[in-house]
């Protein structure tokens, strides 16, 4: 185990170390959002194809994170590109001053990594999975999965539709998903990996994996995700008026 997680620990470092550089490059740190999806499917791969054979759950795994990160990462960069660094980025750069770049690898490349492997953590495990057919688990994990990846990629779909369209400038999006949950892509992240979770739990240690769904749902919830988006519009009264009748994370009927 130890091994494993060692070089885990050294895949994920390497690789946002090259991202830090490009992203010294390319003076904009919004590249760590783009490397977020592809550093999992980065370390899903290296740690399948470094196997001598497979499992069937070893496999849907893998192809489970190759899915959700592929998507997340066109997404992103599709979003991104011909913009100028994310506001998030640009506002920290300014306050670093002179030791943005230091503060950059450190607080933000390396800290993403930390959490990177935090989330990760199935795919560490997955070495210790046995060679059972799938049970209730497994169907009720990938339920969950389908369900969560759902909601973020049809949920980032019906957003960049909205925004597409000139009359919908500097509006809200409230209708579709947005209808039910303030945040149907972030619930949608954070379902996925607890579907994962379960699916783990058929995995020796793999009850250690709560770890990767806690994570990712505390960081959406209350520290990167959902407080500084709406922070944004914290002085917007439409924003309000949709916070008071929408469900902040899980989806609900909205309240008249």
């Known amino acids: 185990m130890f091994q494993i997680i060692l070089r885990s620990v050294l895949e994920v470092f390497l690789f946002m170390l090259f991202m830090f550089v490009l992203a010294l490059i390319k003076k904009d740190n919004s590249i760590v959002d783009i490397a977020w999806g592809v550093g999992f499917i980065f370390l899903a791969l290296f740690n399948f194809f470094i196997r001598s054979g497979f499992t069937p759950r070893q496999l849907l795994v893998t192809v489970l994170i190759v899915i959700w990160g592929l998507r997340l990462a066109i997404y992103i960069f599709s979003r991104n590109r ?6 998030r980025y640009a506002q920290w750069r300014a306050e670093w001053g002179k030791y943005w770049v230091i503060r950059s690898f450190f607080q933000v490349f390396m800290v993403q990594g930390f959490f990177m492997l935090t989330i990760a953590y199935p795919v560490i495990i997955l070495h210790y999975d046995v060679k059972e057919p799938f049970n209730w688990l497994d169907k009720i994990g990938l339920l969950i999965w389908i369900i969560g990846f759902y909601f973020e990629a049809v949920g980032d779909l019906q957003k960049t539709c909205f925004k597409q369209k000139p009359e919908n400038r500097g509006k809200l999006m409230t209708t579709g998903l947005w209808k039910y949950t303030r945040h149907p892509n972030y619930f949608g992240e954070s379902a996925m990996w607890w579907g994962i979770f379960l699916i783990m739990l058929n995995v020796p240690f793999g ?3 709560v770890f990767s769904p806690a ?3 505390i960081l959406l919830l209350a520290v990167s995700g959902i407080p500084l988006l709406e922070k944004k519009y914290e002085n ?3 924003f309000q008026e949709y916070a008071k009748r929408t469900s902040v994370f899980l989806p609900w009927f909205p309240k008249k």
């Open 82 to 87: 011909g913009k100028k660094e994310d506001f």
């Open 236 to 238: 917007n009264s439409e």
């Open 207 to 209: 009850w250690l994996a």
């Open 215 to 217: 994570a990712i749902t």
